[in-house]
């Protein structure tokens, strides 16, 4: 068998590259933002941030900015287009008067979005009248129709990609309700007309038309007098419309930047259930730590992709080995050899995938029962019909039990006991937050589970135990400090987000790198309530009595303290040994143990760390040769 | 390092009671020295066998006394002999005596250290304690077990009791075991001993930590409730994978009979540029580069660490929540476990009253936790109360990582709510399931839970120590089979299964699966069984539903509206298949039987007759899906007759093989007159068979 030897070793769930493959094949969103440029969105604001009025026209190419950069970072494979219309030039492939397509060097009009494409649209505000310029486009006794021209366009860059794999949006971002409010009479029934007929083929072409419409404090943005008919609102989504537009506009400028993955089943897995009885299931990973992406290693020098050749050499020989290496094992004095088809028949302990053993009640589950991040199953009828009946059944009576049930995944990497807890759904008003079916917590073997409050019991004396007073003191205190609706969802990662926000300036040469905000730290405000205080107070003088001083008043920290003392003496006591810098002149630092290389570099409390020349030419450095 | 040497004297019951489980004794015993030969070469260890016939130990040559007890070997560094003793150990005659055989152990570790050795030492002791021990000669067994429990907490000797019960000790005398279990406790109450019950060979295998690791902690410092409140904790891991050993690679370049060479293997790598190979560029003109777009950005390592997030050590309170707001499979790592500083009582009694109080009120605490300087991240988890059953003990908490949002993939399911009714289990169904969970129970109360992760040895490591074993008396053993016990854990308990037969039977009988005939062929490994539960015809379709499903070609991606010469069966699938016109289904079985009857008809010397049997196979299945069986068995029947007619013996004689009978009634319910039995007379009928 032609086996990769790394691959035996290899955690075959977690591969990153195979889900960026994965990312790059499923659905994408393609998406057209059609900004209104006439100069009515020059004329009028809106106050913004800091009670400042901010003009519509800015409002919405900081907010397009923004998701531009949020969308870089979580789904890069989306792709978009810039449009602008009511403009002076123009610029589309139709040659349609009134619609400017922006764009940069070395991208498609509809493409991926670029680090250029985010700098260039940062400032586009400076040049936009020079080069871009506004203008109404729907002027009496015209018969130009600006709107109707911006929806073609759209509608033509869109042309790419099948629906099927792709999400198509048009994104609308207008403060003129009555586009058509300068005509009169034949002409305006008319323009409406083609207009309205022009946004319903598109939607037929599955192309989905999303309006933002920029108000103003004192005038009303009627959706009725065209929007409504032109998107396609009910009459009754009609009340609701402007105050989610408003919160849309809103959530695209502060979105959480944060790489989506699509669903992709991990594995499709056997489940015996008794002999006879085997259904099929999917995993999912719903959970698993996300870094920051795939380093590529570039030359510096010409900022070009390297690749990275790996090779085998022989260390007693020197030469190359081409076919994978046996490993070995020392043991009683000899090198116990073992290819690598038996070590994975070794690993090879379990026919089936995932095997049911029994059930055990749910308090049977220690907290400490715990490895990996868990594994999501949900049944699947595609190869086995009647799978999903079961494993409803199952799921339904270990719910109604307080059940979870113990199984043998006989994985290759490795194979071990699980607990399959069933969850049941739970739905808010903002969809599923849990989906039904069952999740795979991998339980330790006896050898991962360690007994470390065992190791240090008073050897005369019960351990103290808190007594009521106590135990009520700091029950007062948790009320006190209580999160009521603490999720998972609460927190960002707060390295991660840094790491984007870096990447960002660098990429798009950003003088200053923006905020990130640190979630997780304690809420010292609300520590500080005088309530809090208080509990916290009466807690710390029920435990630690009237004077106790906490850097002093304990044992351990002493016998610790006096312990490392100790060390350290002998340390400095063994580097007296050694004439340092007579073995340094002659060079003979090298032929010293490790060990008492390190005397010296603990004697003068340098890091210990690295490979011995790495300590030789630490403790040259620091005698100065 | 000497301090991290550990002495350790196993105390092993050989008596005729102990004989059912002292295959297991060996295995664990000579795992546990294997495991030292590889991490802890410079451990000693001494075996000491008690309930033997025979007699030899020091203190019955200086004191006498201490009879059936033999020490089968000094304390001595571990080597390859000792698992050779260990693996044979003797079966002994007499009912042993655990308190004499505690006192030779200790008598050897005394003896051999003199108390000048401060480091670990320890007695393991397994027995099945069912039998009497000997009366002391002054004061009682309880005094003298309290005499013994002084001195080793003196000498610094820790004692590791693992005590055989239930199923796998025969019917002892309750009051005597009793005596020896209150015997045994007083020495966990006293010294730092550990008593485990066991009544099953795995966790007997389990009980035994094989593979001893010093533990270190992951932070000393404070858990800071607020600015004002701190308390002293320590962190240590709770749970940490053992991982299978990292193999060194073998270079088999030198030659074998060098006695210097390492026969180790350099693994170099090299950095090239993509668009010219032949150059290798240095480490520092190398730079990492991260995607932004399509785009990857350098960002060398400097950059990197002047503006990269750097949180300050330390473990901050966030505040506490009700525990249903934690689910249990949001805990993302190993686990771990805080303790108050050992020696601070004060410490102690805070984590004593908050886990206590945080039980109580079944809450949790969120901490936000960075475990040294210099960390790249924080770590957010939640805290949960550990109250400890063990007076000795102080109580403590357990820490779990909990994912940050980035961490949490929103993936939508379909509710179950949702799915066809044929889907959800009916009345029968989910009271068969609901009596399968509860019978199929593998923690009953009264019993020991089995597969408690605690007792639950790696069966994977076992078995590669075992191979190496093996191996390093016979380089080319085979990999052993996984042992007999072992398998418990990888699969269902037969016995636990027998008592619930009922019950996994009327599972079978309430729930049918069926293999998705509409499926490509390289998805197809699932199924390997048979239900049991199926009738006798399913049995019999077995040839030929897999070779019908063999045949299945691609789905329906070419719009096949013709049955080929190349790949009839194929195509008739396809076209099956097809839903945009009804009519297709009568096509494909009308073009079908023609091709059926062109292929006979055109057959020379019977070479088109396995084509043609596979299309009969395949137009079964057809009709069975499509519950139409007349134009099959018409067919059928009209073949007949024409072999019959051309004397053709040898294609009936191939469709009996294949057991391709008729389509009977329990196939297709409606249509088919056939009862099974008719069906498969139809068979011995077409057998050609001379009937004179």
């Known amino acids: 068998m032609d086996l990769d030897p790394e691959d035996v070793f290899k955690d075959e769930e977690d591969d990153p590259d195979n889900e960026f493959f994965q990312q790059s094949e499923s659905s994408k969103e393609y998406v057209v933002y059609l900004v209104d440029a006439s100069p009515k969105m020059f004329n009028t604001t809106c106050p913004g941030k800091d009670q400042k009025d901010e003009i519509h026209f800015h409002v919405s190419i900081s907010c397009i900015a923004e998701s531009l950069k949020t969308q870089i970072i979580c789904r890069s494979y989306d792709e978009v287009a810039i449009c602008f219309f009511n403009t002076r030039e123009k610029k589309n492939l139709q040659d349609l008067n009134g619609v400017f397509v922006f764009n940069v060097a070395e991208r498609e009009q509809l493409d991926r979005p670029t680090a250029r494409l985010i700098k260039e649209f940062d400032c586009i505000e400076e040049s936009f009248m020079r080069e871009i310029g506004s203008q109404y486009g729907i002027v009496p006794g015209s018969r130009e129709n600006s709107l109707y021209n911006a929806l073609w366009v759209a509608q033509a860059l869109l042309r790419k990609g099948s629906i099927k794999t792709a999400d198509k949006r048009i994104l609308l971002f207008t403060n003129e309700d009555d586009p058509f409010g300068s005509l009169q009479g034949a002409a305006k029934a008319d323009m409406t007309r083609t207009t309205l007929q022009r946004a319903k083929d598109i939607q037929d072409l599955g192309i989905s038309i999303e309006l933002l419409p920029l108000i103003r404090l004192d005038e009303e943005f009627n959706v009725s007098v065209l929007y409504s008919d032109l998107i396609g609102l009910d009459s009754e989504d009609l009340a609701q419309f402007i105050p989610s537009a408003g919160q849309k506009l809103e959530d695209m400028k502060d979105q959480l930047r944060k790489r989506m993955f699509t669903k992709r089943i991990i594995r499709r897995i056997t489940f015996h259930i008794v002999k006879g009885l085997s259904i099929q299931l999917n995993t999912y990973a719903l959970i698993r730590p996300t870094v920051p992406g795939a380093i590529t290693w570039l030359d510096s020098v010409t900022n070009r992709p390297l690749k990275i050749e790996r090779s085998l050499i022989c260390e007693d020989t020197g030469s190359l080995i081409q076919e994978p290496p046996k490993r070995f094992q020392p043991y009683r004095n000899e090198n116990v050899k073992f290819s690598m088809d038996e070590i994975s028949e070794i690993k090879r302990i379990s026919t089936g995938h995932l095997r049911l053993l029994g059930f055990k009640p749910l308090c049977c589950l220690k907290d400490y029962h715990n490895l990996r991040p868990s594994t999501f199953v949900y049944p699947s009828d595609q190869e086995v019909v009647g799978s999903s009946c079961i494993f409803i059944a199952l799921h339904r009576s270990m719910l109604r039990l307080k059940r979870f049930a113990v199984a043998f995944y006989g994985g290759s990497s490795r194979p071990q006991l699980v607990a399959l807890v069933a969850r049941d759904e739970i739905t808010t008003a903002g969809g599923q937050m849990e989906p039904p079916g069952m999740h795979m917590i991998y339980l330790p073997y006896s050898d991962d589970i360690r007994d470390a409050e065992e190791i240090f019991p008073d050897t005369e004396d019960d351990a103290p135990r808190a007594d009521k007073d106590q135990i009520q003191k700091a029950a007062a205190l948790i009320k006190r400090i209580e999160m009521k609706d603490f999720s998972v969802f609460q927190f960002a990662n707060p390295a991660l987000q840094r790491h984007y926000a870096v990447l960002q300036a660098l990429a798009l040469e950003e003088d200053d790198i923006p905020e990130t905000i640190d979630e997780t730290v304690p809420d010292e405000e609300g520590l500080a309530r005088p309530a809090v205080v208080k509990a916290i107070e009466e807690f710390k003088l029920s435990v630690y009595g009237d004077n106790y001083d906490e850097e002093n008043d304990h044992l351990g920290k002493e016998k610790v303290g006096g312990a490392s003392r100790k060390r350290k003496e002998i340390a400095e006591n063994a580097a007296k040994d050694y004439d340092w810098a007579d073995l340094a002149d002659n060079g003979q630092l090298k032929d010293l143990t490790v060990a008492a290389l390190k005397t010296y570099l603990n004697a003068h409390d340098l890091p210990v760390t690295g490979k011995k020349e790495a300590l030789i030419s630490r403790i040259l450095t620091h005698m100065g040769k | ?692």
Not at chain 2, 341 to 359: D, F, H, Q, W, Y
Request: hydrophobic share 35%; charged share 30%; glycine share 6%.
């Open chain 2, 1 to 692: 390092m000497a301090r991290n040497k550990e002495k350790l004297v196993l105390l092993l019951d050989v008596g005729p009671s102990m004989h059912g489980v002292l295959p297991e004794v060996e295995k664990v015993c000579s795992m546990l020295v294997e495991k030292k030969l590889i991490f802890n070469k410079d451990d000693e260890v001494g075996v000491v066998v008690f309930g033997t016939e025979e007699t030899n130990n020091e203190l019955m040559d200086e004191v006498g006394g201490y009879e059936n007890i033999v020490v089968l070997q000094d304390i001595k560094v571990v080597d390859g002999d000792l698992i050779d003793i260990l693996k044979k150990l003797p079966r002994g005659t007499v009912d042993g005596d655990f308190l004499d055989a505690i006192v030779v152990g200790m008598d050897m570790l005394i003896k051999k250290y003199k108390g000048i050795y401060k480091g670990k030492k320890r007695l393991c002791l397994i027995t099945n304690a069912i039998h009497p021990t000997k009366d002391s000669l002054e004061g009682s067994k309880e005094d003298q077990v309290g005499t013994l429990a002084v001195q080793m907490t003196a000498q610094g000797m820790k004692m590791e009791s693992i005590v055989v019960r239930g199923i796998l000790s025969q019917d002892a005398n309750k009051r005597i075991m009793d005596e020896n279990d209150r015997l045994l406790s007083i020495f966990s109450k006293k010294t730092r001993s550990r008593t485990v019950y066991v009544d099953s060979p795995i966790s007997l295998l389990g009980a035994l930590k094989t593979r001893r690791v010093t533990p270190v902690t992951v932070f000393r410092g404070h858990l800071e409730l607020s600015q004002q409140m701190k308390i002293k904790v320590w962190v240590y891991k709770k749970t940490q994978e053992e991982k299978f050993p990292t193999l060194k690679k073998y270079s088999e370049k030198a030659p074998s009979t060098s006695k210097f060479a390492t026969h180790q293997v350099m693994v170099d790598y090299e950095y090239k540029s993509v668009d010219d190979s032949s150059t290798v560029v240095p480490p520092e003109q190398r730079i990492k580069g991260y995607r932004y777009g399509p785009q990857v950005v350098p960002i060398s390592d400097a950059e990197r660490d002047a503006v990269k997030f750097k949180p300050e050590k330390g473990v901050k309170l966030l505040g506490f929540t009700d525990a249903s707001n934690i689910i249990r499979h949001y805990y993302m790592k190993d686990v771990y476990l805080f303790i108050a500083e050992p020696g601070n009582t004060r410490a102690i009694l805070a984590v004593s009253a908050i886990a206590r109080a945080m039980k109580e009120m079944n809450k949790v605490a969120i901490l936000r936790c960075v475990w040294r300087q210099g960390q790249q991240n924080v770590v957010v988890g939640v805290l949960t109360p550990n109250i400890s059953q063990n007076n000795k003990i102080p109580d403590s908490f357990y820490f779990n990582v909990l994912p940050f949002i980035e961490d949490v993939r929103e993936y939508q399911f379909p509710s179950f709510n949702s799915f066809p009714a044929s889907w959800l289990p009916n009345e029968q169904q989910q009271m068969a399931a609901d009596e399968f969970v509860q019978m199929l129970n593998l923690a009953p109360s009264g019993k020991e839970e089995a597969l408690l992760p605690e007792f639950t040895p790696n069966p994977v490591l076992e078995r590669f120590y075992h191979h190496l074993e093996l191996k390093s008396k016979q380089p080319d053993a085979a990999v052993p089979p996984l042992d007999e016990t072992l398998k418990r854990i990888t699969e269902p308990d037969l016995e636990l299964d027998f008592e619930n037969k009922s019950v996994l039977d009327s599972l079978c009988k309430h729930f049918e699966l069926k293999e998705n005939s509409k499926l490509k062929k390289s998805a197809r490994r699932l199924l390997p069984e048979k239900p049991s539960g199926s009738n006798g015809e399913d049995g019999n379709g077995n040839v030929s539903d897999a070779r019908a499903v063999d045949s299945i070609g691609q789905e329906p991606v070419v719009k096949i509206e013709k049955i080929g010469d190349l790949t009839p069966v194929q195509d008739f699938e396809v076209m099956m298949t097809r839903r945009d016109n009804p009519e297709w289904v009568g096509k494909a079985i009308r073009e079908m039987r023609d091709k059926i009857l062109s292929l006979l008809t055109n057959s020379h010397g019977g070479d088109n007759y396995l084509v043609a049997v596979e299309c009969i196979i395949a137009l079964r299945k057809g009709c069975i899906l499509e519950q139409e069986p007349g134009p099959y068995n018409n067919l059928m029947r009209y073949l007949y007759r024409y072999c019959q007619e051309k004397e053709i013996s040898t294609f009936p004689k191939l469709l009996a093989s294949m057991d391709v009978t008729l389509i009977s009634k329990s196939e297709a319910v409606d249509s088919s007159n056939f009862t099974d039995d008719e069906a498969r007379r139809f068979l011995d009928k077409i057998k050609p068979e001379p009937k004179d």
